[in-house]
């Protein structure tokens, strides 16, 4: 380490996660410790690890925690990033352009300043407030912390009975991975099908395959308690309804951006409670604040209004860009068109772009269409049905969202759409797409053709 | 049938398989017998079938041979479409609008005249002008009676060891067909790498595959003779070095334009061979004559020159289109990427756009990255190594071409650059799109953005 430099200017990074390692990365790769000190605050005890693997870690697919770290705290340290573990950043003073910052073990604070900040606070689980929801047997599985905890809870318990609130991607990775670890598992979920990401059509086709799985799958039901047991451990999951026995419960019903720091601080946020930046990630009308990952709202580029996205491809996204811009080159991120893709044992599912109800309320008019095909030619083995739904704007035909949910060989083909949304591609000129074709890998018009040559057909017949 | 039709127009379609059949279906949806009468010529015994089907056929992944069939010949009679099999028209009258047909069989002609007129001629395999290139147990793999025939060569031969002449799609995919079938493979190939489509570097990574599956790779070796025993029948392949002996011998030397019809009427032809058409696949210069399929030169958009390009999901859309105009409508096939994939065995082979020696045969100068990554999250069980290389122009950052070797999830990942080159994208742009990203899917960094990243990074560094 070199202690002795010249002062150069200082970066704090708040948040030792995908944004902000990624942003500390790419910034130390463009200058040395004697231009640029960077010190980073991590509330927890890991770095740089992917949050998007935990259900498969709890699930057994992934045996050891670590694999999932892409970059461990003394990794980072050895590139001259001074990384404090354990400490959180409890204060921003943006007009003395300095962060208070307290050890979670001993309680101490301590002042740090800066010439350059970065907010990478993240999101957090959405806990339902009601008594219990804090009982232990109750778990968010938002960190590696998280999943460590939950781990630790399953092997203390005998009860194989898990309830699952919550239905997104969150919920039904963890349905899988406890069904994975033998579980008898129940998803309650508030909404009228699972993985509201899609439109509810589609929904109805994951309900059927988590059903297929052994998987009970309650939807329209609304938690109304965590009830615990005289040992004050969950014991059941009640709706208005109904109880559900439990013996560990996962909350999986969504995040939200953890802004309180920001907020407290004045920083602009949007209407989703996440931070507001500009291309090139800083913090609207703040010099030399940047932000991204989960704490941030990101330009949807197909609705044209900001929306909430934790996902980890796009933190990574986010830190490259704000590493470029704080180390003085030049980066932008543009915006997303919201392709998301998740399973639930076989069952593959993505989504991008618009559904019916985005559409709707951005003032969009389109046709829907659905249709039905295989992962390869009909006579190839393996050959497995596919459920594409497209909608394409009426008069324009411009693409605005496809759905894909079908086993082996249907998610990544959301790919297709999610880069001709970006290129504002109409269906009629998707219907000629010079996609890969050969019997192991596609019916000769590929599904997702199949799908545009019926939406451009539906908005010429309704022009 | 409606045989008292008060006389419409005629369209004869000249070719029974995939553009033929296409065209005339659509026609057919578009105009009902009355309106106008459809008499289609095939010269063997099928129709609508699968050739790119065939290798998994004679490999034994496909058991029925009637499941390579979409369509069979009943089927398009029962459609009012005028069938006529092992008909084969030698000759076109352009001026008399009409065609002389030979019943294969009997030998019997007679002319028939159209209105319009549709070429679906197809391609030919290319066989060495060499003595024993027709020998019994040398086979090409072009129809549906050449399939046929190589496995009724093969039930009649005890022998094990089969020789592949040729390295290019068809003669890979064969040799995973015979070794799938207990042969001892041997592929004799010109060039310096197995799958000329791909730039040398990247087909390394094919033979290298290849010799792992047990084929014996032959590189820079030239064909000199097809040797035959004393019953006739082939028993070695040739070169200037050496012999290989071999009890069936397949050509896969690639394919050319079935056009000695066309071209003896004075239809235009290009450079490789192949019909030329407009967007709407009417022959250049010939307002009642429409072309499709294998028979045809294609626009690559990337390179703006024609190419020629035998594949069946091309030749379904050209019929599509041709019978939407033939049947009064409008559609047009604006052109290719030059889109390809294919396996041998558990290798996934896939490219888009150019390679080196396209670009520079057509005078773009620009930066090639190779890189290496997963399909999945690498702590995600089966990830699997996974090669890319991507083109991008020089100054424009322009992409120009992918190629991707890899396992399971390689393939198709090429769509991504597909829809990319067709939209015009920059390797810049790209590094930010919103592909599918989940741990069972894709590393937080799609291998395609990847490269991407280093592609842009390489032509910043060069402008």
Known sequence: MNKSRTRGERLVV???DAAGMSAASQARRLKGPDELEIVAFERGHFTSYSACGIPYWVGGDVTDRDRLIARTPEEHRARDIDLRL???VIELDLDGQRVRARDVDSGAESWTSYDKLVIATGARPIRPDMPGADAPGVHGVQTLDDGQELLDSLARTRGRRAVVVGAGYIGVEMAEALINRGYEVTVVNRGSEPMSTLDPDMGRLVHEAMEGLGITMVN???VTGILTGDDGRVRAVATREREFPADV???GIGVRPETALARAAGLPLGTHGGLLTD?????????????GGDCVEVLDLVSGQERHIALGTHANKHGQVIGTNVGGGYATF???VGTAVS??????IARTGLREKDAHRVGLRFEAVTIESTSRAGYYPNASPMTVKMLAELRTGRLLGVQIVGREGAGKRVDIAAVALTAGMTAEQMTTLDLGYAPPFSPVWDPVLVAARKAAAKVRGSA
Do not use: F, Q
Not at 279 to 291: F, L
Not at 343 to 348: A, F, G, N, P
């Open 14 to 16: 708040i948040g030792g």
């Open 279 to 291: 291309r090139s990630m800083r913090v609207r009308g703040h010099e030399n604040v940047w932000a």
């Open 220 to 222: 329209d039901a609304e």
């Open 334 to 336: 543009p915006g997303v």
């Open 86 to 88: 354990r400490t959180e």
């Open 343 to 348: 399973k639930v044992c076989d069952l593959e």
């Open 249 to 251: 419960v996962v909350l």
